[in-house]
């Protein structure tokens, strides 16, 4: 089995956007009719021709291909695997020997020839990401042999809907810069769309931000099974006696003081044995939220999951990391297909989203 660990990303913009008073602003669009659209024109379309920029033209860009990709009806989640090439433009990787010298001059590095069967290959590593417009987010599943880039991966849906994606109020014009990177002049390309009444102008957005889980999204019954024990940091205070210490007089012939105690405090940590019920849990996160300030240095709440000796995950920064665990004979070569993968998903899709969840419907249904 291989694991694959699960991030989730909030999507902030999707659709058709306007500024007006310094602020973009929602028009129509959303993630649905935005998936629909893209994984309709990748279908049945060659790998190679899957990039929605012109390679050639931009030379320095990550490229980005879509190898697969499965939609689920009863749920509307999409799974897209897609395909980022390392290779370099050459159509070859070089390789150095292990165990060569530094410094040595015989030959030591190998180009690895990218060619099968008279093709040649798109030499690059998987990304899985995992859409749930009911959600309103973006999930990407790093296994230990692919690579998450959520950057590129946003850039690449609104590349599709700006440059491949036809829509009648699409309006494009192109001019000649000079590029400082690539030390030539190189077409750039604007797309912008207009108003159904013609009267402004709209730009496609897709934007998303991390969405931490933090200990009030964690799923509460999951969560109670794991726990072995509880800890608690506090600060207390004590008074203590200076009656007979020398030192103070001088201090109350100074100041004028007559009190003989002065107040210290003491920071102190609890370490408990707890199995806790859901209720005893959800009993112990409000008194955390009600009694721990959010800023505080010492004061906190955690627990441990594996015995007194395991590490203590404290409340104000713990961060639920969701998980899938994949049989490696699914795999297709060096990748899972999209209905593979989606399948595994939806098998336990409810405690993968067992978070508290804000949908934004602007941006998540057809606008």
Not at 106 to 131: A, C, R, V
Not at 328 to 345: F, N, Q, W
């Amino acid at each position: 089995m291989e694991r694959g660990l699960i991030t989730f990303f909030k999507v902030t913009e999707c659709g058709f956007y306007r500024y007006k008073g310094g602020q973009s602003e929602f028009v129509e669009g959303g993630l649905v009719p935005t998936l629909e659209a893209v994984s309709t024109w990748l279908s049945g379309r060659e790998v190679e021709n899957t990039i929605p920029w012109d390679a050639n033209k931009s030379p320095l860009r990550t490229q980005v291909f879509c190898k697969s990709i499965h939609h689920d009806v009863k749920t509307g989640d999409y799974l897209f695997v897609l395909w980022k090439k390392y290779a370099d433009d050459s159509g070859s990787v070089n390789g150095i020997l292990p165990r060569s010298k530094v410094g040595d001059t015989g030959k030591d590095s190998h180009k690895i020839k990218t060619q099968y069967e008279n093709q040649n290959l798109i030499l690059g590593e998987p990304m899985y990401y995992w859409f749930i417009p009911s959600a309103n987010l973006v999930a990407s599943i790093k296994f230990p042999k692919s690579l998450c880039d959520s950057t590129s991966v946003f850039d690449y849906i609104k590349r599709c809907m700006d440059l491949r994606i036809p829509h009648a109020r699409k309006k494009e014009s192109e001019r000649v810069a000079f590029n400082q990177y690539a030390n030539k002049d190189i077409l750039v390309k604007n797309v912008s769309y207009s108003s159904a009444d013609g009267s402004y102008s709209l730009r496609f957005k897709f934007n998303g931000e991390l969405k931490e889980l933090s200990i009030n999204d964690a799923g509460l019954l999951e969560l109670s099974k794991k726990i072995t024990h509880l800890v608690v940091r506090e600060t207390i205070s004590t008074n203590v006696e200076v009656d007979k210490h020398p030192a103070f007089h001088l201090y109350d012939k100074v100041f004028g003081k007559t009190d003989k105690t002065i107040n210290r405090e003491k920071q102190v940590e609890i370490v408990t044995e707890q199995f806790l019920s859901v209720d005893e849990l959800s009993e112990i996160i409000k008194t955390y939220n009600d009694e721990i300030e959010p800023d505080s240095a010492w004061n906190n709440i955690g627990f441990k999951s594996d015995g007194v000796e395991g590490q203590t995950k404290w409340f104000n920064s713990y961060v639920e990391r969701k998980h899938i665990n994949v049989d490696e004979s699914s795999k297709k070569e060096s990748y899972y297909p999209a209905d593979v993968l989606l399948s595994v998903i939806l098998g336990q899709r409810s405690s993968l989203i067992d978070f508290k969840v804000e949908v934004d419907s602007a941006v998540s249904s057809s606008g």
